[in-house]
């Protein structure tokens, strides 16, 4: 079962712009973690954020949660032909299953 | 390197015809687990596994097994596949302590004609 949406479904930017896509989840969490896939290809870990924290950093890459509103977001900055990709979000069950959000498909125009 | 390899990468099989999906990781992690991934459903666990000889029926099971006898391999066993078992496939695994992410496979596209 997918476990919220993310908004927007498809995004499309010029290179150098700034890309933010939205994910909302249902359950209380212990952290939330994005993760990026390329067409038809594995899912690669992005970031973890965990239910303490409000906001993460990592590269170009920027996450903010908000746990009373079950969101959070993925800010990806200076963006390159190269994060052209999907991108979901994240939970985890207590058996360790990863729960995934609808995804937001990113086009990045050179 | 760190990663998760899964075989074959593309496979075009006939109903009825048994079929094993390879998967193996080498960095010691006990949790493994299969998914699939379809146009509209998204990513549905298939089944997970704690550690060796403990396996367990995720959220789409039906048609499908599994086998943990050794800590790096879960091999994925459709004894027998049906056209609806179209999909693409991953592998993932993870340890059980700490706050990180899962490593996948590279994904098997599987088509049953």
């Known amino acids: 079962s997918q476990q919220g949406e993310e908004d927007p479904q498809a995004l499309s930017i010029q290179e150098g712009e700034n890309a933010t896509m939205n994910c909302s989840y249902k359950t209380s969490i212990n952290n939330l973690q994005w993760y990026r896939q390329n067409s038809g290809r594995g899912l690669v870990h992005l970031i973890l954020i965990r239910s303490n924290e409000r906001e993460k950093h990592s590269g170009r890459l920027r996450v903010t949660l908000d746990t009373s509103k079950k969101s959070s977001s993925l800010l990806i900055t200076a963006s390159r032909a190269a994060d052209t990709a999907s991108y979901f979000c994240?939970?985890?069950?207590?058996?360790?299953?990863?729960?995934f959000g609808s995804g937001t498909r990113l086009l990045v125009r050179p | 390197e760190a990663q998760v390899t899964q075989n074959p990468r593309y496979l075009i099989t006939v109903t009825g015809k048994k079929l094993t999906v390879t998967c193996s990781q080498n960095m010691n992690h006990e949790y493994m687990s299969w998914y699939r991934q379809d146009p509209g459903l998204g990513l549905r666990q298939i089944y997970y596994?704690?550690?060796?000889?403990?396996?367990d029926k995720g959220d789409v099971p039906e048609g499908y097994k599994v086998s943990r006898k050794e800590k790096r391999n879960f091999p994925l066993i459709l004894e027998s596949p049906s056209p609806n078992q179209t999909s693409l496939y991953f592998c993932?695994?993870?340890?059980?302590?700490?706050?990180?992410?899962?490593?996948f496979g590279s994904g098997t596209r599987l088509t049953v004609v």
């Open positions: 596994s704690m550690n060796v000889e403990v396996t």
């Open positions: 994240a939970t985890m069950d207590s058996s360790y299953k990863l729960i």
């Open positions: 993932a695994s993870r340890g059980l302590q700490g706050n990180y992410g899962y490593t």
